[in-house]
């Protein structure tokens, strides 16, 4: 089997495997709408992460320059209905990389069979919840894994 | 307290008292963004509710009529954040009554303060998940509810 | 109807209406597990504010003096399924006031019916995560409402 | 890195990796103690799935001979908190099979220091929710990972 625990990046998409477990099923069967927005935030971290930057670094102290992602507006729609014991699919693209804000593209898939789309605004806010820019050392880390095909 | 177990109409608006418990909550110190999309399932099943439509009804069985309701789309936008044992306000309302599908219209409120906002557009699907037309009932049910300021 | 929005006391006993949402089921029907802590964590939260003690004066910054509550062990026996839509209220006593550690036993009932029940330790802990002694302040809100059958 | 999607077994005990997201904590800092169940679920199914057991095969439909696990009780014991980003490891065992039930010994640990433990009595049960006696099938895939020190 080709799923790697945490994900990897295939060019500019990131990869995370997620199985359905009975926590994110409800009564009528199928997965909950809310929780494709775990499964997501899931990806965006493990995106993040497998770009050096991590939350707990983020987060967690007053220490000047801090900063953390914020999600401000978020689209989705839905395709299909994942259920019980599936084996899916979360792929993250960075689809924006603005002065003080970016925006993510997600999918859900089960297989090739894509479940849940999601657009995500985030914006770049400092410990105090203000906005703020998006650091030069982060830009770096960034920029080289923007999406080429904005389409999305 | 005017707060009242199930919320209660306003006129065209459904109003659902709502308490941020721990659950909520995740480490930034402030409501999880997923949740939501919770509050505003709950908001929209006591809308349901208070109409005199109940899930345990929709769902469960096979008898020939059934009819649920299934997200398709939906738009949300965070404004503030809310935090541990807030008291907070799920306001909804009907802003479209098609023949397959309603557009329901939502915001978080604490006191007069909106925190988020999201539209949500739902489909009527039969036993078998496909699109089903509105019945009859229903639509004698929502009508009535249909928001005349469709602004939002 | 006798729902009371965040509950309230009868003599000894915390009572705290719930009703059961999408979010709370899985897909064999029924609320799923681990749930049930939910909903005892939002009843034991509801006593405390009842008696005037809130989370967000417990948690939240570095003054002196400040403890939180920390569950350290429960024991949990599940009777009877709950399912959507089912109007369920949450019974909690304080069964043991210790130095520097509470007891409370808790069930979730639907009508007369138990459905599950819950004992949990739950020590008192400083801002480092160390343990502490109850204040007397604190043990002069709990005193008054000890259970004097601490049978369960 | 030795994590493997799914985890595997590494005698009688199953190990699965877990990381810890924004969704797994509170606003205290830590992970809300209510996941750790979900943690373990996550476990015992992989634990299940490893030994060729699915809940999807064993829920969902009327076939006679389906059965189904249900908790029945459960144990708990919090040792240390678990944080944001965490790499954690729900260890599982089969600590006792009967003749309509099992008992489950299960930790979550990081690295190896033991964090939370559970121990999980589960029945089996048919359609209609009765208690059903464990199949010669079931029993032949449990009875060899039997772990042989039942200690915990």
């Known amino acids: 089997m080709s799923e790697v625990f945490g994900g990897a990046f295939d060019g500019s998409f990131h990869r995370l495997p997620i199985r359905v477990y009975y926590e994110d099923t409800d009564f009528s069967g199928v997965v909950y709408y809310a929780n494709y927005l775990k499964f997501c935030e ?6 993040l992460r497998a ?3 991590h939350h707990a670094e983020l987060h967690g ?3 000047q320059g801090r900063t953390a992602f914020a999600v401000r507006r978020f689209e989705g729609e839905f395709l299909k209905p994942a259920g019980i014991d599936d084996l899916l699919t979360v792929e993250t693209r960075l689809a924006e990389l603005r ?6 593209a997600q999918q859900v898939l089960r297989g090739d069979a894509a479940l849940f789309r999601l657009t995500v605004q985030i914006a770049v806010i400092d410990g105090r919840q203000r906005p703020a820019r998006i650091s030069d ?3 770096a880390l960034l920029s080289p894994i923007l999406a080429t095909n904005n389409s999305a």
Do not use: P, V, Y
């Not at 002065?99 to 993510?104: L, N, Q, T, V």
């Open 137 to 139: 050392d982060m830009r």
């Open 61 to 63: 102290n007053d220490l």
């Open 51 to 53: 770009l050096g930057i």
């Open 42 to 47: 899931r990806g965006r971290t493990e995106f």
């Open 99 to 104: 002065g003080a804000s970016i925006r993510m």
